[in-house]
């Protein structure tokens, strides 16, 4: 079954696990480079804005040495925190060896790193977005057990057919989510801490709604690819995430297939609201609109 367009296996060189060995002897130094950069942008933006668990994370793998770390150091320290490692992969892989890899507490990171005109927006998760975004969070315990769950409900989602809501709970959550601390909202998510525009827009713009955390409503709820969110789900703490989700979700996939889709901006009465967002920045087009600035 490939609800995601692969068919076949591996490409050429690619195990059949389809991974394949980084060779980080092979980047070069404009590589090594765009990696600073984005690296140098982002710390000096996330300190209180991130949560504490991902600076944690970042500090504890030292990340920043002299451009793309090395796989076999970040493993050494990710094994001896949770049991964690990162494995390298051409680029997007099928969801099925995805969920295979999480279940066994690999993540799968892109071996290639964006171009220097493409500091901000990428297709495809590389492995700026991959390793700095992901893994710091996989040195939190908590966090760590729940992407190991999620890699198990993955492959149970796609035999009872309900990957597309199982999805969108991994997009609000491991991609595009925020936390609730005493000292505000922070980021957790792996597709805000990896972009410059997002960890601004996430936070500070008053166009996006910011709800709290639903199991059931995120999962009826659609998002976006390719551009900003237009909602961003608010959880108390990564302990809550992983308590909600310990349930079974075969019930709640039954009641799943006779529901209907939330609108993507829409607010419902069971919705505990963070922030009403305006929607400005998507009634005004978005990324399309913004494109010739
Ligand atoms: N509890 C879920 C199930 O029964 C599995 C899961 C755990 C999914 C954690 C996502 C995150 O399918
Ligand atoms: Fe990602």
């Not at 057990?145 to 969108?168: E, F, I, T």
């Not at 659609?222 to 075969?250: K, N």
């Amino acid at each position: 079954m490939s609800a995601d367009g692969f068919s076949g296996g591996p490409p050429p060189g690619a195990r059949l696990d389809w991974t394949i060995d980084q060779g980080w002897e092979s980047y070069t130094q404009a590589e090594h480079d765009v990696w600073i950069t984005l690296y140098e942008r982002q710390t000096a933006l996330l300190p209180g804005r991130a949560c504490d668990e991902f600076l944690r994370g970042l500090d504890a793998l030292d990340l920043h040495r002299s451009g793309i770390p090395d796989f076999h150091r970040i493993n050494e320290e990710l094994q001896r925190l949770t049991g964690w490692s990162v494995v390298a992969v051409p680029g997007l892989v099928p969801d099925d060896v995805f969920f295979d890899h999480l279940a066994n507490r690999r993540f799968p990171a892109g071996q290639f790193i964006r171009k220097a005109d493409q500091l901000d927006y990428l297709k495809e998760p590389d492995i700026f977005h991959d390793v700095f975004g992901h893994v710091p969070m996989l040195t939190d315990p908590v966090f760590a057990d729940y992407m190991q769950a999620y890699g198990q409900g993955g492959q149970r989602a796609l035999s009872l057919g309900r990957l597309a809501n199982l999805a969108r709970l991994y997009w609000y959550t491991v991609e595009f989510g925020l936390i609730e601390t005493e000292a505000g909202l922070r980021i957790y998510g792996a597709g805000i801490v990896s972009s410059r525009t997002e960890s601004l827009f996430a936070l500070d713009s008053a166009s996006p709604n910011r709800l709290g955390f639903d199991l059931e409503r995120v999962m009826r709820t659609p998002y976006r690819i390719d551009d900003f969110q237009q909602v961003y789900f608010v959880i108390p703490s990564i302990q809550s995430l992983q308590a909600v989700t310990l349930r079974d979700f075969a019930p709640l996939y039954d009641r799943l297939a006779g529901a209907a889709d939330l609108g993507i901006a829409e607010i419902i009465s069971a919705d505990r609201v963070i922030t009403t967002g305006s929607q400005a920045y998507a009634k005004a087009g978005g990324l399309l609109a913004s494109a010739g600035d």
